[in-house]
């Protein structure tokens, strides 16, 4: 029997394409993370395969969840409760962890507890830092979202604007695809970026109205796709002719305008809102110019930046166990009526 002020949590993700799980006591001592990543089984589509994510899903569930007991040193009697990613998301590949837990919980008579992904990539950058001074704002910004939140009672996110079509990381992996740079492209892109000018192309910023705290990236998209094969769209072979100081060039100067959106809306948020404290999850927070662009917007509006550490910005479960324990301590369980949703 565990003491009442060591509470240890078995998290699961499988939201999208990894499956992950992780044991963390009191929300901030991890004890274990495994994450089985999919990359290879996606990288000739060029991007995520829910069926496949899925079938990647069931096969490596259990694995998974036994490794990171056998590294914490844990059995279920260790464990206190069992936390799961149930939205947003894939919903094929949600259910493959929501079904897992339910099914721990169950037979380990433990308690179950719902997490939103979103709000644990929150949670992330929080990991290293316990406290915040409120009124804060969070950015979140990876493949599947770019949203931004309200962070003044941080169990009770208020979201202020979102994405209305790509999302900034699915922007970077369709740019990578014109550029014909491998998958996952947000790192590939950061990499080639690093070698080109920033200002060599002037891409769009589309900031939706002065007021408008919603992202839209298509166009940035589009406006890649036409410089690459040209207006008519006939260009088809221009980007395997290309110089690689060319392509640097593209790489970023499409990054920045990428940056120069998320910056500029999160301090439009921060502003609105009179927040002392900024925080930044999601796996495009790994991105060394964001990072740094959003420290810069920081310092010089004496706010104080909260990031998640790079390991901790993709999918893990970590951040599923570490909100869970809030969640835990407020008597906040689910029942075995759970279901997986796409949207949330």
Known sequence: MNRPEEINIL??????????????????????????SQNDLHAKYGGVVPEIASRAHVENIYPVIKEAL???????????????ANQPGLSIALIVGVTAAKMLAFSWGKPLIAI????????????AEQTFEPPAVALVVSGGHTSLYDCSEIFKPKRLGSTIDDAAGEAFDKVASILQLPYPGGPEIEKLAQKGNANAIKFPRSML???????SFSGIKTA??????????KGQNYVSQM????KADIAASFQQAIVDVLVKKTQKSADKTKAKTVMLGGGVAANGEVRQAMQLMCDKSDRKLLVAEKRYCTDNAVMIASLAYHKFSRGLFADFTLEAKATG
Do not use: P
């Open 116 to 127: 939103n992904h979103l709000h644990a990539h929150l949670q992330s950058a929080l990991l």
């Open 243 to 246: 110089s690689g100081k060319e």
């Open 11 to 36: 998290g699961i993700e499988t939201s999208c394409d990894e499956t992950a799980a992780a044991i963390v006591t009191n929300g901030y001592r991890i004890k274990s993370s495994v994450v089985a």
């Open 224 to 233: 890649v796709l036409y410089h690459c094969r040209g207006q008519d769209m």
């Open 70 to 84: 056998e590294q914490a040193g844990a059995t279920k009697d260790n464990i206190d409760a069992i936390a799961v």
């Open 209 to 215: 109205g002065r007021d408008s705290l919603d992202f």
